[in-house]
Structure formats: structure tokens, C-alpha cells
DNA sequence: AGCTTCTGCCTAGGACCTCTAGGAAGCGGA
DNA sequence: TCCGCTTCCTAGAGGTCCTAGGCAGAAGCT
């Protein structure tokens, strides 16, 4: 009987794919065992459980999205890195739905898939060489910036902005203009 | 034999709580009927399905969201009413996760949770009417405004401050004086 | 080539979940 | 008292996760 091929890797690769077409919360081990042609049994030699295979997947994404926000920052400086940097990552959700929700489970600090997330901090915390911040205001800029851009990404993908006729593209544009503004103007502690 | 007693507004209420405790995700139409003392089925007279039943937490959640944040503006203006509010959605994210996590569901934008989810957006124009801004910059700052709550409350949720030694509420409190800022120094368009 | 070992994949099956169909029993009103 | 509405039931189909134990390719050794 011809083997499938199933490797971890693989099969990681597979449940991102699935997470993307079908929602992170409809990817389950049957489905995926049902695209390899395979038993669900044949799977748990691959992967300890369901839970692990989101894991993975995290993985995967963030280290997916680090390389791809890696790219859009070469070359480039202050604002013009700015809005590259939060155009990928917009780009990112909205073409791999799947992986980005997957990107938000809750890792422990220390398995592998964390210091991935690692990354993305370390790449927002270089943006903001381009503004003048010390810390502990640049750790408080790095906060403020993840949460402005996952805020955004996660509000559109479920609808949120689908009410009113103005268009995300322009308020996402001039969101950027704000922060940028806000981080050359951050204010004293104790205003 | 007893009835249970069992009635649409109880059961939504119920399952908010079972949420909160064990997660949305892990929230069950089983585990639910075996609160009430129910088998499985019964509860299918008084909800449809599953999907409904969190649509339905969702919307509990976005009606009682919404009084919380109309009383803590109650009285305030400006960086005040910002910052109020703002606090008011933090810790109800806290203190009710699965709650919380059910309001992002995507809803049907004719459903009666969505005019509720309206409520949200109407307070937060209401904030910014101590500062000056002008359509269409007033929906962009709605935005942002929904996006930079969101994105630190669901951050920190799944965890991703505790890398970092920096406490969350200082980079809160950080947060919101800058955007108070960004808010008093709104750019012009193509800038 | 024959042998062993590893391991990918299998069958079988338990536990739990969602949801439907059809029936019985409580409870209010005529 | 009896009727009808609603609540709750039993029964059961079908899906999911996961474990235990076994067989048969594939890979390595002599």
C-alpha cells in the first residue's frame, strides 16, 4: 500500500491552508487527514494533538509574516518603514485569514513558536529608530503600535468597518499619518 | 416531574458566565444543559443552534458593554471621557473574557446585536466631540479609537506583554496620553 | 539477499459534541 | 375538566478527538 507522505511539515503547511480557506475555527484533524487521503489516527504520529497543530501553525505564520516584514523594512526609514511595515501585516491577515488568527492563540514563552513572536517586536521596536524614544517610552511605542495594527486588521476582518460607506483604505492611511505624528510628539510622563 | 425552568434570557445569560469561565470556545450546548439539570435537547426549543447561541452572547455582551462605557462618560469631556472610557472597556475584557471575545463575532448586519454594536461607535464620536474634527477624519478617529482599544485589550488577553518586564498599565496609561495628542493634532490630509 | 528495526498507516473503539424527530408530561386558560 | 402550548424527554444519526494495538512498507545492517 503506497504511503501518503505525511510529514510534520507538511501537514503544518496543510492546516495553515485549510485555517485560510475554511476559518481557524473549522480546521480539524478529520479534515485535514481527509486531503492526505489518510486515516485521522495516522496523524497523532505527526502531531501530539489538535491543540499542538494550532500551535504549529502560529508558528508558521509568525515566522512567515517576521520574513515578509523583514523584506518591507529594508532599505527604508521613519515613515516610509512605518507604513510598510503595517502594510504587510494588513496584506498578511487579509490574504491568510486562517494563519493570522492563529497568530493570536496564547504560546507558551518558552516553546520555540514564541521567540518567533520575538521577531516582531524586535523589527517594531527598529522602526522607531527613526523617532527619538528611550525607554521605557519605547516599550510603551512598541505596545501601542502592535496594538493599533492588529486592532485595525482584527476589527476589519470581522466586519467592523463594513457599516459605514468610508472606505478602509483611507482611514487605515490616515491612521498611519496619526501614529506617525503621535510618535514624533510623544509626550512627557506626568503631563 | 419539575421543570427546569429553563427560559431564552436565562440560558444566554448562563452561557456568558460559562464563557467567561472556561473560554468562548469551550463554551457547549452539553455542558450548558448539564448546568441547568437539561438534557442536551431541550435547549434546542429555546435556541436554535450553537452558532445562534454565541451571537446571542455576543449581543449581551456588546448591550451591557455599552451602559458600562454611557456611565463612565457620564459627566466627562475630553482626555477625561477618553480615558474612562477607554478603562471601562479594558476591564470589562478582563473581568469577562469570553464575553468579550463572543463581541467579535462576526455579526449579521441586520441582526438586533448589531444595532447594539452601533451604540460603540455613536459613545466614541461622543468623545471626540472635545476635539475638533470634521467629517471624514471623525470616522477615521472612530476608528483608530476602536482599533487601539481592541488591539492592546486583545493583546494583552492572549499575552503579549508578559514577555516584558514593563508593566501593562503603564504602557495603557502611556498610551492614551498620546493619543489624547494625536487626537488635539490631527494632520491635514496629504501631508 | 536476508534480516531486523523503525515508523507510517491501519482498524477498533470510547468519550463527547451537535442536532433532528417524535412523544409525554407540566401548566395555564376556557 | 379538558385542551393546547410549551417544556422536557428518549432515541438515534453523524461528526470530532484521541488511545491502544497491530501490520506492512522503508531503511539500514550483515
Redesign the pocket.
Known amino acids: ?6 510529514t510534520a511539515e507538511r501537514l503544518i503547511e496543510a492546516a495553515a491552508d485549510l485555517a485560510d480557506e475554511v476559518g481557524l475555527e473549522n480546521l ?4 485535514l ?1 481527509r486531503r492526505f ?6 496523524l ?3 502531531i ?4 499542538e497543530l494550532r500551535v504549529r501553525v502560529a508558528g508558521l505564520a509568525l515566522a512567515e509574516l517576521a520574513d515578509r516584514a523583514a523584506a518591507s523594512l529594508a532599505g527604508r526609514a521613519g515613515k516610509d518603514a512605518l507604513v510598510a511595515f503595517a502594510g504587510t501585516y494588513r496584506d498578511y491577515a487579509r490574504k491568510h485569514p486562517g494563519r493570522y488568527t492563529a497568530m493570536q492563540t496564547d504560546l507558551d514563552p518558552q516553546s520555540p513558536e514564541a521567540s518567533a513572536a520575538r521577531r516582531h517586536s524586535d523589527m517594531t521596536r527598529a522602526i522607531l529608530r527613526g523617532y527619538a524614544l528611550a525607554e521605557p517610552d519605547q516599550t510603551d511605542a512598541v505596545r501601542m503600535l502592535g496594538s493599533v495594527f492588529h486592532g485595525f486588521v482584527s476589527l476589519e476582518m470581522a466586519g467592523g468597518f463594513r457599516h459605514h460607506s468610508r472606505a478602509a483604505d483611507e482611514s487605515w492611511s490616515r491612521m498611519l499619518d496619526t501614529i506617525d505624528v503621535a510618535l514624533r510628539n510623544w509626550p512627557a510622563p506626568r503631563a
Not at 1 to 6: L, P, S
Not at 48 to 51: D, F, M, Q, S, Y
Open positions: 500500500m503506497a504511503r501518503a507522505g505525511v480539524t484533524i478529520s479534515e487527514a487521503g489518510v486515516k485521522d489516527a495516522s497523532y504520529s505527526h501530539r494533538n489538535a491543540h
